[in-house]
């Protein structure tokens, strides 16, 4: 079966600090990749995606970036984090290519930022 | 393109009671929907999922929904509410064509003894 893990699950950075989440996704090859982060109350915003090893797609202008450097590791960086930048980030997978089947989520790391 | 809107951020339901979600799409293209439930402070587990077989859909801890083309709907039931069921519902949406997956803003559901 397949599982997703994602850590650390919780992180206190200062103004400024850079940044490193990773993700790892086991039992299944060439999976979609997807970053979110999630705000109170408003529903999740999708940061990054990625179909295959090297390839990243940005919906959101930010201080973030994603990486991907083997099939199934989704690494959300960021050189100075900004208070703005606080939030709980989701890592999820998708079979490969184009379906009707779900996204299926890892626990999340919720970031501090002081 | 494509939306979904879940009407009310917040339904408090007591204890026993029918629980309903509800979740209005837009797509202009056969749509695949899903819900997904949020307890705190974890990621997303999937509740079930419409990918154009039945229209009836039954998931897990009793959950059930029905896509409804005609209104647009797919909105999420359960017959008798527990107090474990409280926790934040994502209504999702997805076509072939695409990588990317629509969220509504969720439903915190209330849970009341």
Request: with cysteine; hydrophobic share 35%.
């Amino acid at each position: 079966s397949q599982t997703i893990h994602q850590w650390p699950a919780t992180l206190v950075q200062p103004v400024g600090s850079p940044l490193s989440l990773e993700c790892t996704v086991e039992g299944t090859s060439n999976p979609n990749l997807y970053w979110y982060r999630q705000a109170a109350g408003r529903g999740l915003q999708l940061l990054f995606y990625s179909v295959g090893i090297g390839q990243i797609s940005s919906e959101v202008p930010q201080n973030l970036s994603a990486s991907r450097p083997q099939d199934r590791q989704f690494i959300l960086s960021s050189k100075k984090l900004l208070l703005s930048d606080s939030g709980f980030y989701l890592c999820a997978w998708s079979v490969e290519g184009w379906s009707n089947q779900p996204q299926h989520f890892g626990d999340g790391t919720r970031l501090s930022i002081l | 393109a494509q939306s979904v809107t879940q009407l009310g951020s917040h339904v408090s339901v007591s204890e026993g009671a029918l629980v309903l979600l509800r979740c209005n799409y837009s797509s202009s293209v056969p749509p695949y929907l899903f819900w997904y439930v949020q307890y705190p402070n974890q990621g997303l587990q999937l509740l079930l999922k419409y990918t154009s077989a039945a229209t009836l859909v039954k998931g897990i801890n009793g959950f059930e929904a029905e896509f409804k083309k005609s209104e647009t709907s797919f909105h999420l039931t359960k017959p008798s509410a527990h107090m474990s069921d409280a926790a934040e519902y994502f209504c999702a949406v997805t076509r072939s064509g695409t990588y990317k997956y629509i969220f509504g803003t969720g439903t915190r559901l209330k849970v009341l003894a």
